[in-house]
């Protein structure tokens, strides 16, 4: 399963990727916002760290003007993917922009409809969003399974890019269920790693070294 992190923030991704553990990030317009960078600048200044896709989010509502943003941001850097929230407008400008063969996330993705149809329109991957879900009490992580199952019977070649992580579980949940990829907070990344008995077992094997040279 590939690991995305979902960050826009330098420090974050620097320090994630030196980890050898990141596959590619996404960004969305609260993630960018809140860096308070100009952020074409700051996609550009990703890019340098990030080899892999790299999600950049329009704002525009109607086709014509989400196709003139992802000119623009295409222009970032060759592995920039534009992302595209899943609506009538949206699907006419991920067909076009899937015929000139530029890769498009299709987001905000609640429903297992919303993904089949973005899948037709040629969606390089699909994002569930299961924490969104999950905070108005229905199961997230369903959503993910019947779009594994979907993808699976006709051989989609959409990728389900899982997001709006927010805790551990998820991510074991998404691999258990074959996800292609998560989108992980940073802070979640920290979560996945980190555990107390590897810090205890840690401590007290340093601990008895040094009685060695008591
Ligand atoms: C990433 O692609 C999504 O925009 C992000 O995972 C949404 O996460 P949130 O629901 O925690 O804002």
């Given at each position: 399963m590939k690991i995305f992190l979902d960050s826009a923030n330098l420090d974050e991704i620097k320090e994630a990727v030196s980890w050898g553990i990141i596959d590619g990030l996404t960004t969305n317009p609260t993630l960018l916002a809140r860096e308070g960078k100009e952020p074409k600048k700051l996609l550009k200044d990703i890019s340098k760290v990030i080899s892999g896709p790299i999600n950049a989010e329009v704002v525009s509502l109607d086709s014509a003007g989400i196709l003139s943003e992802a000119e623009e941001l295409i222009k970032?850097?060759?592995?920039i993917v534009i992302k595209i929230p899943v609506n009538q407008e949206g699907l006419k400008a991920v067909k076009l922009l899937s015929q000139n063969n530029i890769k498009t996330t299709v987001t905000l993705i609640f429903s297992a409809t919303q993904a089949l149809l973005a899948a037709k329109a040629g969606a390089t991957y699909v994002c569930p969003f299961i924490g969104r879900l999950d905070d108005i009490s229905q199961d997230g992580m369903s959503l993910v399974e019947e779009i594994a199952v979907i993808f699976d019977n006709y051989d989609l070649s959409t990728e389900i890019l899982v997001a709006s992580i927010r805790h551990p579980i998820h991510v074991v949940q998404s691999a258990l269920i074959g996800a292609d990829a998560v989108t992980v907070p940073f802070k979640v990344i920290e979560q996945l790693l980190n555990h107390p008995l590897t810090d205890a077992g840690i401590k007290r094997f340093l601990d008895d070294w040094e009685k060695l040279k008591k």
């Open positions: 970032i850097a060759p592995n």
